[in-house]
């Protein structure tokens, strides 16, 4: 049993051209979207604000620094104050959230947990770019 027509080889690269383009688009890094729509319980939605705030500054930086962009000192001092008090906003957010959450009805309680998941991917991915930045890999160590 034939699986390949030889007169149609051009089918097969089509074929694995849809296979492996999204595999190539993982390993791509994309920015990250605030969630469209708030869960109108206000600690949760500065919370999800604050960290989004964050997460553009650092996705600016380590943007800049991967294409090879030397950051001029001032502006990277700027960054790191203006990163601090974003990180100071929210863990004043913080206390409110589950007191909050707990009182609100259960939409307002999905969507807001929906919308704190995507503040922790954001989270997640400026942990780690700070860390590579400012605290090294062990590759930077050896």
């Keep these: 049993m034939k699986l390949i ?17 999204p595999i ?5 890094v994309k920015r990250l979207k605030p969630p469209k729509r708030n869960s109108k319980i206000e600690s949760v939605d500065k919370f999800v604000n604050h960290s989004f705030e964050l997460y553009y ?19 990277e001092d700027e960054l790191i104050e203006r990163a601090e008090s974003d990180v100071d906003s929210l863990w004043q957010e913080v206390p409110d959230i589950v007191d909050d959450i707990s009182d609100a009805s259960f939409m307002k309680q999905a969507k807001a947990t ?12 400026c942990m780690s770019a700070v860390k590579e930045y400012f605290v090294g890999t062990k590759e930077d160590e050896d």
């Design 24 to 28: 190539i688009g993982w390993s791509q």
């Design 114 to 125: 929906l919308n704190l998941n995507r503040s922790k991917k954001a989270l997640k991915f």
């Design 5 to 21: 027509n030889p007169n149609k080889p051009h089918l097969v690269i089509v074929l694995s051209m849809f296979i492996l383009l």
């Design 57 to 75: 500054k650092v996705f600016v930086y380590d943007s800049l620094t991967r294409a090879g962009i030397e950051v001029p000192a001032e502006i």
